[in-house]
């Protein structure tokens, strides 16, 4: 089963959980009222639509647990991560629909809500955990008899390398070492074992499924450990390396299995699962607010832009976002048409090929909100690093190897690098703001975020766009 199954099975069941509860819990209200069982008294008035409860509860249960991040990296997963995420995300719903009932019922006793909530609670937890804990337990089954697997190479073929191996194959439940990738004419490691060389990565691969990779190198300087690295990104793979003294002291390397030697992820997210949940659900909430209720603004602007000069109201330009891949940014245009001629030019603040309209545009930075659409697709977020055109790209990457680890996350519509350095109009400047990006990325945190943001609106109202 791929991940997208395991994901639609947990949903599934988390949604037949939620519908057990609510029956039952409904069946205990009607007869706690109904028997009386409260000093011979009706403890309310049910004032409750059962059928559109039995509807929306599951709905509720779903989301929170969305929220609550317990949908991702469902591979990784351990019993108490699921216990605790389980426990929280029950206790929200379950003081939330409370909330909701108090509302609609006539309360004569809040004994009986006390009462009453725990059971829901304990409902909620119990039946939602039996479920889960019964797909992990299979899960794991499936993993430990090979029936699932994860399909790992290891980049390198020296000493480093094949002492990795053996170690990986000795400790990894989930992971099957399918074989090497050399990066030199230097082999150690069983030469059979070696499916070919970085020239033919992408055949390797796709054919033989690989979901993980371990680059590990003997006496590799930083550009060749980031020059194969840039190469995986575009494959969707997760990347690890072997630390070096750096990444031990500051605590990148992490032991993500007992017995396993540890390794420095380069495609997860320094970010809990549940903020990167919250994340991205703001992303899509304030995305959808930004658009309704800047639409006169909007076609304001594009009355003015369209007035202005000729050409577009629009303009859309290649970056580079997310694991490598290229997609289309939206921007107000605010050049003259043709500006470029074909070859890519940074702008500054005095840039004649500027408009009238498109100097108001950047000093405000307006010319962004069109990006929102951009966010609601899921390839920006509100917050990250900006992305950039590959042309530039590949001139950063000359003195600054590491700008691939950026793809690990969204690029954003803000972020440290914007707010500090501004436009930047010079490869140095992107360097500047690169470094600044790369601090934020690992120091993600809604509170970071927030944080930006702020500053943002700063930037905005004291128009210093540019």
């Given at each position: ?296 603004f909007l076609f304001y602007f594009m009355i003015q832009i369209k007035r202005d000069s ?157």
């Amino acid at each position: 089963m791929n991940k997208k199954g395991l994901l639609l099975t947990y949903v599934f069941f988390d949604i037949i959980a939620a519908i057990m509860v609510w029956v039952l819990f409904m069946l205990f209200r009607k007869i706690v009222n109904d028997g009386q069982i409260f000093d011979g008294i009706h403890i309310f008035f049910p004032n409750y639509d059962y059928y559109k409860s039995l509807f929306f509860f599951p709905v509720a249960c779903v989301f929170v647990h969305y929220l609550s991040g317990f949908y991702l990296n469902l591979y990784n997963k351990t019993r108490l991560t699921s216990i605790f995420t389980t426990l929280v995300a029950s206790a929200i719903i379950s003081i939330t629909i409370f909330f909701v009932l108090m509302l609609d019922d006539v309360v004569v006793s809040y004994e009986y809500y006390y009462y009453s909530l725990l059971v829901l609670f304990g409902l909620l937890f119990s039946i939602t955990l039996i479920f889960r804990s019964f797909i992990a337990s299979q899960v794991r089954y499936n993993f430990k008899t090979k029936k699932w697997t994860i399909n790992t190479v290891i980049i390198g073929t020296g000493n480093n390398a094949l002492k990795i191996a053996r170690d990986f194959e000795k400790n990894a439940v989930q992971n099957t070492l399918v074989g090497f990738i050399a990066t030199d004419h230097f082999v150690v490691v069983p030469g059979e074992r070696v499916l070919g060389n970085m020239n033919q990565l992408s055949t390797i691969i796709t054919n033989n499924h690989i979901e993980d990779s371990i680059v590990v190198l003997d006496n590799a300087d930083e550009n060749q450990l980031f020059s194969i690295i840039n190469l995986l990104y575009k494959y969707n793979i997760n990347i690890q390396f072997t630390p070096r003294l750096y990444e031990i002291l500051t605590g990148s390397a992490k032991i993500s299995k007992l017995g396993i030697i540890p390794l420095v992820s380069i495609t997860n997210s320094s970010m809990p699962d549940w903020e990167a949940s919250i994340k991205r659900f703001l992303d899509i909430v304030f995305s959808l607010l930004a658009l309704f209720l800047l639409s006169p603004f909007l076609f304001y602007f594009m009355i003015q832009i369209k007035r202005d000069s000729k050409g577009s109201v629009f303009y859309r330009q290649e970056r580079i976002g997310r694991l490598g891949k290229p997609f289309n940014i939206l921007k107000f245009r605010t050049m003259y048409r043709g500006s470029e001629n074909g070859t890519p030019q940074l702008s500054s603040a005095n840039d004649n090929r500027i408009t009238a309209v498109g100097r108001i545009l950047r000093k405000y930075r307006i010319d962004e909100i069109p990006q929102f659409w951009n966010i609601l697709k899921g390839d920006m977020s509100l917050v990250g690093p900006r992305p950039e055109r590959a042309y530039y790209i590949n001139q950063i990457i000359e003195d600054a190897p590491y700008y691939c680890l950026l793809y690990k996350i969204r690029p954003g519509l803000t972020s440290w690098g914007p707010i500090k350095i501004g436009y930047s109009d010079t490869i140095e400047k992107m360097i500047e703001r690169l470094n600044y990006d790369i601090i934020y990325m690992d120091n993600m945190s809604l509170i970071t975020d927030l944080k930006i943001l702020i500053y943002t609106l700063e930037i905005i109202f004291k128009g210093k766009g540019i």
